[in-house]
């Protein structure tokens, strides 16, 4: 079974600055990991995803996130925030060679202050 | 581009009632997840179809059954409602019910059971 830790409930952070989601992830296979976007009242978009290769991966609206193999952990970036990113976001696993079934972190909060 | 439909949006039941829950995934997408969202929570996968047939099963509670019909949408039963069923119930889909395919979600419905 896998699981996935977002160690920060809420992560506030002015307009313009840079920022950092933590998620880790915990899995006796080897893993896929994804970030995944909720804005308020809406369902959930993909942000990017990590299959294979590069372990620096680039995603939608200037996000992006490194896979380190060695501390088992996948987190999101964005060096200059924008109001519109106040959303939750969620890491998610998959065991590789499977179903396609998703475990998802607990969410980590950005709200994006002015 | 067409997204997943999920129908109804909002639903109230009562206690012990029924409620059922449609899903239309997005057009040539042959498998199609259920999850479910506690208020505040992560999603929690309940169950995935592929082909029709039932892939995978996750922490579906026994007074709920799903299927996925001929044309590929899906249902969700939810019978002998309780209040702690209230939730945001996600569909998605993909192309392919394998481990790394990009999982789309639609936007939920809303169930509320007082």
């Known amino acids: 079974a896998q699981s996935v830790t977002q160690l920060d409930s809420q992560v506030p952070v002015f307009e313009e600055a840079p920022v950092e989601l933590r998620c880790n992830y915990s899995?006796?296979?080897?893993?896929?990991l994804f970030w995944y976007v909720q804005y308020p009242n809406q369902g959930l978009q993909l942000l990017l995803k990590?299959?294979?290769?590069?372990?620096l991966v680039k995603g939608i609206n200037g996000f992006e996130a490194e896979f380190n193999k060695s501390q088992t952990s996948f987190h999101l970036r964005k060096p200059s925030v924008h109001i519109s990113d106040t959303a939750e976001y969620f890491c998610?696993?998959?065991?590789?060679?499977?179903?396609?079934?998703?475990?998802f972190g607990t969410g980590t909060q950005l709200k994006v202050e002015l | 581009a067409a997204g997943v439909i999920q129908s109804p949006r909002h639903l109230i039941k009562e206690k012990r009632e029924t409620a059922t829950l449609k899903c239309y995934p997005i057009?040539?997408?042959?498998?199609v997840y259920w999850y479910q969202q506690g208020p505040g929570q992560d999603p929690q996968f309940l169950i995935s179809?592929?082909?029709?047939?039932?892939?995978d099963k996750g922490s579906i509670p026994d007074r709920f059954s799903a299927q996925q019909f001929s044309d590929y949408h899906s249902e969700l039963n939810m019978s002998s409602l309780e209040l702690g069923d209230s939730a945001l119930y996600f569909c998605a889909s993909s192309l392919g019910g394998y481990s790394g395919n990009t999982i789309y979600f639609g936007e939920g419905s809303w169930l509320t059971v007082v």
């Open positions: 990590y299959l294979s290769g590069s372990t």
């Open positions: 899995s006796s296979v080897s893993v896929y």
């Open positions: 998610a696993v998959t065991a590789t060679g499977g179903g396609n079934k998703l475990t």
């Open positions: 179809f592929y082909e029709k047939m039932q892939s």
């Open positions: 057009p040539r997408h042959d498998t």
